[in-house]
């Protein structure tokens, strides 16, 4: 069993930055690809970025593009989500994910363990 637990959100003006961490126990995460899906009011839960197994590879949604920053630190079985020039657009809750593979998946099927989640609010 892995658990993760989010960290980082919060409430700022549009252009400001936030910095998000998720930290996995119970077992290293290291082998597996990691990401962060975000899910607006209303809306169905999206991919935004994710990262190898060795932190080599990375991928974005279009919309983050840029913006985003994903990295991950296995010695410390962490994933971070660095986020600038935040939109309102960008307000959602934020969600960690580990899948059951090396690579960058997008869909969230592919992901066996979840945070709880961090809110993000931007505001115009």
């Known amino acids: 069993q892995v658990q993760l637990v989010e960290s980082g959100g919060g409430s700022v003006q549009a252009g400001s930055s936030l910095r998000l961490s998720c930290a996995a126990s119970?077992?290293?995460?290291?082998?597996?690809?990691m990401a962060w899906f975000r899910q607006a009011p209303g809306k169905e839960r999206e991919f935004a970025a994710g990262?190898?197994?060795?932190?080599?590879?990375?991928a974005y949604a279009d919309s983050v593009k840029g913006r985003f920053t994903i990295s991950r630190d296995n010695a410390k079985n962490m994933v971070f989500l660095q986020l600038d020039n935040l939109k309102p657009e960008d307000t959602a809750v934020y969600y960690c994910?580990?899948?059951?593979?090396?690579?960058?998946?997008?869909?969230?099927?592919?992901?066996?363990?979840w945070g709880q989640g961090t809110q993000v609010t931007v505001s115009s």
């Open positions: 994910a580990v899948n059951s593979y090396g690579w960058i998946l997008r869909s969230g099927s592919n992901y066996r363990y």
């Open positions: 119970g077992r290293s995460v290291s082998d597996y690809g």
């Open positions: 990262v190898s197994r060795s932190g080599e590879n990375t």
